[in-house]
């Protein structure tokens, strides 16, 4: 809608200023609906983030909180070089930086509407006609003749209708949704850069504990292979203890491919060639960190991308005033000056002097129902954007819904996979005890040892789903924090530690 203005012309103003003032006036209305952010209820907490669950824990809102170098939670030297590295070089975060920088060009472009056009210019015409034809001659004879000039222009549309500022507006609103997209872009590289090195760390934990255990089976191989040798053992306990030993070293085999896609991973996300990359193994000291959850109204200020749905929106909205002053007439001032003359000697003089100027009042009458339809356009565009930045909240919700129910399902499967690791050791222990004393055969020997291998892996891999998950909470949220103290991180890693 157009802002309220109210003018009352004084008699005694004289005319020039009355026009100057009501220009002036006329400059500060503006058509088209002023933007409101689409309404959401968003809820007033999260369903599943009540009360205290190892890994995350509600948050203190701080509105200066350092949504920075949220990887520095995971305490990993290496992790934080890799990252700073990618934010350096990714090439993905440079094309999205690119483009942010292509909408403040754009913003710059539309900024311009508010500045008069100012031009000048030079030339030389030669003509000439035939003899029959009536002309102006030159020095040299013939009907042929010069003229030169030089001239200078300046012109001006007075944004009456606001189109220029409501153009300047959607485009700087789309230009932050571009500072939006570079920051949702930069984070999801951040957090696949993240959760490439914890898997690759998880494998290289569960490639020492095959190792090891390829080891130990090896020295009950030789063990068998001694008591066949006296007639204790039979064998089939023999091939039996052969089949674990290989079976389990195709496993290690086994992760140096997986291994070496993340390592390739990495390398990309960093814009380095694969071949150029190595990263040596590492001793596992990964903890779970606490994550702030916050409240569902923080996540719509958070997240990168439901910002830029909501700028987007914004942009949309602008864009209805600039179809919508379209119906109005244009005002444009404009002066023209310069000199022209036959002769270059008198070029400059007072004679050879011309000059413009005047204002001019254009509308559109009839155009078939362009006007009428740019608006229709323009308003769906609107709703459309809308409904995308609603949808955008909402998925954000639903995802951080997703992985506090996932978080505290896993924390729970993780003490109950550790009473079943504890009885796999012991029923390994046991059962290798009765084999030394000949009361079993090697076969429930490697029946039992599988399984504890298994329990062992599975562990493992239960503690890199709870990294990957938290890694994925926090994105989900948004980002960064301000770190807890030292003090309190600590004591939270400390209760959050595997067991392998």
């Given at each position: 809608?157009?802002?309220?203005a ?17 220009c002036a006036?006329?400059?500060a ?13 968003v809820?007033?907490a999260?369903k ?6 190892e890994?995350w824990?509600?948050?203190?809102p701080s ?5 920075g170098?949220?990887?520095r ?9 890799l990252?700073?590295?990618l ?9 999205a ?11 710059r ?12 210019g ?10 029959g034809?009536s002309g ?13 000039s030089l001239t200078?222009s300046?012109?001006w549309e ?7 500022r409501r ?5 700087e609103?789309?230009a932050a949704a ?6 949702a872009?930069?984070l ?17 934990e ?14 009950s ?21 052969r089949?674990?030993?290989?079976s389990?070293?195709?496993q290690?085999?086994?992760l140096?491919?997986q291994?070496?896609q993340?390592e390739?991973?990495?390398?990309v ?5 694969p071949s ?17 959850v ?5 996540l ?18 602008a864009?209805?005033g600039?179809a919508?002053?379209a119906?109005f007439?244009?005002l ?8 022209r003359?036959?002769?270059?000697a008198?070029?400059?003089?007072a004679?050879?002097?011309f000059?413009?100027?005047g204002?001019?009042?254009a509308?559109?009458i ?8 740019q ?5 769906a565009s ?10 955008a909240?909402?998925?954000?919700l639903?995802?951080?819904?997703d ?6 399902v896993?924390?729970?499967?993780q003490v ?7 009885s796999a050791?012991?029923?390994l222990?046991l ?7 000949g009361?079993?055969d ?10 504890a291998?298994?329990?062992?892996r599975?562990a ?5 789903n ?5 890694v994925?909470?926090i994105?989900?949220?948004?980002g960064?924090w ?6 309190a ?9 595997a067991q392998?």
């Open positions: 809608m157009m802002r309220n109210k003018f009352f012309p004084n008699a005694f103003l004289p005319r020039g200023a009355a026009a100057a003032a009501l006036l006329l400059g209305c503006a058509v088209g609906p002023d933007y409101q952010r689409p309404s959401l209820d809820g007033a999260y599943e983030g009540q009360g205290e669950v890994g824990k509600l948050a203190r509105d200066d909180a350092d949504r170098a949220w990887w939670v995971y305490d990993d030297a290496t992790l934080d070089g990252v700073e590295r934010n350096a070089s990714n090439q993905t975060v440079a094309q930086e690119a483009n942010y920088r292509q909408a403040l060009g754009l913003v472009g539309a900024r311009a509407g508010f500045f008069p056009t100012v031009g000048a030079a030339g030389l015409t030669r003509s000439g006609s035939g003899a034809q102006s001659s030159s020095a040299s004879g013939g009907n042929v003749s010069n003229q030169y200078g300046v012109s007075v944004d009456l209708w606001g189109r220029v153009s300047v507006e959607s485009s609103a789309s571009s500072l939006a997209d570079l920051g872009t930069r999801s590289a951040q957090a696949a850069l993240v959760q490439s090195y914890l898997q690759l760390r998880v494998l290289d569960q490639k020492r504990l095959l190792d090891a255990t390829v080891a130990a089976y090896e020295k191989l030789q063990l068998t292979q001694n008591r066949y040798a006296v007639g204790v053992a039979g064998q089939a306990d023999v091939a039996v203890a089949t674990q030993v290989e389990t070293r195709a290690s085999i086994d140096d491919w291994r070496g993340l390739h991973a990495i390398a996300l960093m814009g380095q060639a150029q990359f190595s990263l040596p193994p590492a001793v596992f000291a990964l903890r779970l960190p606490q994550i702030p916050g409240l569902p109204s923080e719509l200020e958070r997240r990168p991308d439901v910002a830029a749905a909501e700028r987007r929106a914004a942009a949309a909205n864009q209805i600039v919508q002053a119906w007439p244009s444009t001032l404009s002066a023209d000056g310069g000199f003359n036959g002769q270059f008198d070029l400059l003089t004679p050879a002097r000059w413009s100027l204002p001019a009042l509308m559109t009839f155009d078939g129902g362009a006007r009428e339809a608006v229709e356009q323009a308003r609107y709703d459309a954007q809308a409904a995308a930045y609603r949808q909240a909402l998925t954000g639903r995802e951080v819904e992985y506090l129910i996932q978080l505290r896993m924390e729970s499967e109950v996979q550790r009473r079943a690791l504890e050791r012991e029923s222990r059962i290798q005890n009765q084999y030394k004393a009361l079993v090697y076969l429930s020997v490697a029946v039992v040892d599988a399984t291998l298994s329990s062992e599975n493992l891999s239960l503690l890199g709870r990294l990957t998950a938290s994925n909470l994105v989900a949220l948004g960064g301000e770190p807890p103290a030292p003090e991180q600590a004591q939270a890693q400390g209760s959050a530690q392998p």
